[in-house]
């Protein structure tokens, strides 16, 4: 019987500037496709085809202690991917000791970001949500998952998903 790899440290970096000692928490992308129920004739139920990405697109939401002055300075990017974001991860294993080391870099800008309370000798906070046009998913130097909104790009385990649509359409 084997445990599961857990979280035993993370950073987040932001720009390149790192939030160590400063980065609370991070809710990594969920990651959701649209599909369209399709039924027809002789059919005997709906499959669901696949539409591409959720609307609801890709989103870091994240948190900091205290005054994150670069985040409230890169609010209102004129650039869709106008800031790099990198989670860094520390999962192990507890039965082995193994560790993996899994990354997460997304770019995009902020969509929302929460002051939080104000109060004297009470901890505070930033809370952002960052709407990504990017995203990549490496574990242990293996590219797991790739996206590109912008460039029409999908890579899921080394596999090109987009590669024939491109094709078809003169990219």
Not at 16 to 23: F, I, K, P
Not at 62 to 84: C, E, M, P, R, Y
Not at 91 to 117: K, L, N
Request: proline fraction near 2%.
């Amino acid at each position: 019987m084997a445990l599961p790899r857990k979280l035993k440290n993370m950073n987040l970096f932001n720009d390149g500037n790192s939030y160590t000692g400063v980065a609370k928490s991070v809710t990594l992308p969920a990651l959701g496709r649209k599909m369209e129920a399709y039924r027809g004739g002789g059919m005997n139920g709906p499959v669901k085809a696949d539409l591409g990405f959720s609307d609801d697109g890709i989103q870091l939401e994240w948190k900091t202690g205290g005054l994150d002055l670069i985040s409230l300075k890169q609010f209102g990017a004129v650039n869709a991917s106008g800031v790099a974001l990198r989670f860094s991860g520390s999962f192990e294993q507890d039965d082995t000791g193994e560790v993996s080391a899994v990354e997460v870099v997304v770019r995009g800008r902020h969509e929302t970001i929460e002051m939080g309370d104000a109060q004297p000798g009470e901890d505070t906070e930033h809370a952002m949500t960052t709407a990504c046009t990017y995203y990549k998913l490496t574990v242990d130097n293996e590219e797991i998952i790739e996206i590109d909104l912008l460039n029409f790009i999908e890579k899921i385990g080394g596999v090109d998903m987009l590669d024939k649509q491109r094709s078809a359409i003169g990219l």
